[in-house]
């Protein structure tokens, strides 16, 4: 009976409270703010904005300063000092223009922001799964461990009675070893995937937290019809979308180039005082190879953005529908799982415990079912966390990390 109790609690033994934690919802809000990669992606926008003035703005006037008559080497004569102020005025449209590729790189580059959030937030939640993963895991082997040395107290007692031969208690201390080389292993795995879960929070958490995670399977609810759907508006999208505009804005600027700009002139002469200047300068536009092989690369340009802008969207409906898939398949397995495994195992484990008992099966049949139990439990632990993984990826699929 102590047996069967044992056994039965690895199943249920609650785990221990801690008292320092960290959410979901709390890692995804470090993150936004500290993630380098989102900052970075934050100072994007600013060196936009900053670009988007120095297009915008005018060309410096130039004043000059110019005196005639000096009479190098010969009596003094009359001498005369010019001032001019000279001001290069684009021809019109050009200006317009610039402000537009200013403003479409702006606009791109906070398109860039939220899908770098939602790149970062599927990274976050991932890492934060497989940290939960391995908490799960070690919990359970832990929980095992305990069953095992109540086991051995069971054993040792059993052998002195004559009930149960020495082979027995052996054959438990090599499952405890192993068992405490798989938790060594799993400790490994937590510190490693716990570092990952900090660098994607910035570093603002020094030391390692318990995570809180709910192990309740929650089937994804959306068609794969609402996710293609939904595809269509993400920020990924909308950047490149913004691209093309951008280029295609520097395209017509480029065409622009051929027309001509002005430069307008002042003068002021110090003898001559009401007789003021004006000069207005136009360039000639006789050799139009530097323009034409702009306009040429404009359009290449814009062209390979606008490749770019669909084949992002085949990657992001191709991604979609393969994570799609391998969910379904996970869900299929996880009701398999809820349905029939598990129940099925703790079936077999509690009449192995009662045949064992009845001295009708042996030592080593009740550890072959404890260990189809352990791994079915396990087994469950990575498909449910599988399950996570795939949702968490859902929601970038097809786009890079």
Excluded: C
């Amino acid at each position: 009976l102590l047996l069967a109790t044992l056994l039965i609690s690895v199943f249920f033994l609650p785990l221990a409270a801690v008292e320092k934690t960290l959410t979901l919802e709390e890692a995804i809000d470090l993150a936004l703010k500290a993630n380098p990669e989102i900052l970075q992606a934050q100072q994007e926008i600013a060196a936009w904005r900053g670009l988007g003035l120095q297009l915008t703005s005018w060309p410096l006037p130039e004043l000059s300063f110019s005196r005639e008559g000096l009479n190098i080497g010969q009596k003094k004569g009359e001498s005369e000092i010019n001032l001019s102020l000279q001001q290069l005025v684009e021809f019109p449209g050009k200006r317009a223009l610039r402000r537009e590729v200013g403003g479409h790189g702006v606009e791109a580059a906070s398109w860039r922001l939220e899908a770098k959030k939602r790149l970062v937030i599927s990274q976050v939640k991932k890492a934060y799964y497989l940290v939960a993963l391995s908490q799960e895991t070690l919990a359970y082997y832990r929980s095992l461990v305990d069953f095992l040395n109540q086991s051995l107290r069971t054993a040792q007692l059993r052998y002195e009675a004559g009930e149960v031969p020495y082979l027995d208690i052996l054959r438990l201390e090599l499952e405890k070893l192993r068992l405490q080389n798989e938790i060594i292993m799993t400790e490994k795995d937590q510190e490693e995937r716990w570092a990952e879960l900090a660098l994607l929070l910035g570093g603002e958490i020094k030391e390692r937290r318990e995570v809180v995670f709910d192990l309740k399977f929650q089937p994804l609810t959306r068609s794969l019809e609402d996710l293609l759907r939904e595809a269509e508006g993400r920020p990924s999208l909308a950047a490149l979308s913004q691209e093309v505009e951008r280029i295609k804005a520097e395209t017509e600027l480029a065409r622009k180039s051929l027309l001509p700009d002005f430069r307008l002139g002042l003068y002021y002469p110090s003898l001559r005082t009401s007789s003021w200047g004006f000069e207005i300068q136009t360039f000639l536009p006789l050799w139009r190879t530097q323009q034409k092989g702009a306009t040429a690369e404009a359009l290449a340009r814009q062209k390979a953005a606008e490749i770019s802008l669909e084949f992002q969207r085949k990657k992001i409906v191709s991604g979609i529908t393969a994570v799609f898939n391998r969910v379904q398949s996970l869900e299929r397995r996880l009701h398999l799982f809820q349905q029939t495994l598990l129940e099925e195992a703790r079936s077999m484990l509690n009449l192995t415990i009662t045949l064992y008992a009845q001295g009708k099966v042996g030592f080593l049949d009740l550890l072959e079912v404890y260990r189809l139990n352990r791994e079915t439990r396990l087994a469950f632990l990575n498909t449910l966390f599988e399950h996570h993984l795939a949702l968490a990826e859902i929601e970038v699929a097809g786009e890079s990390e």
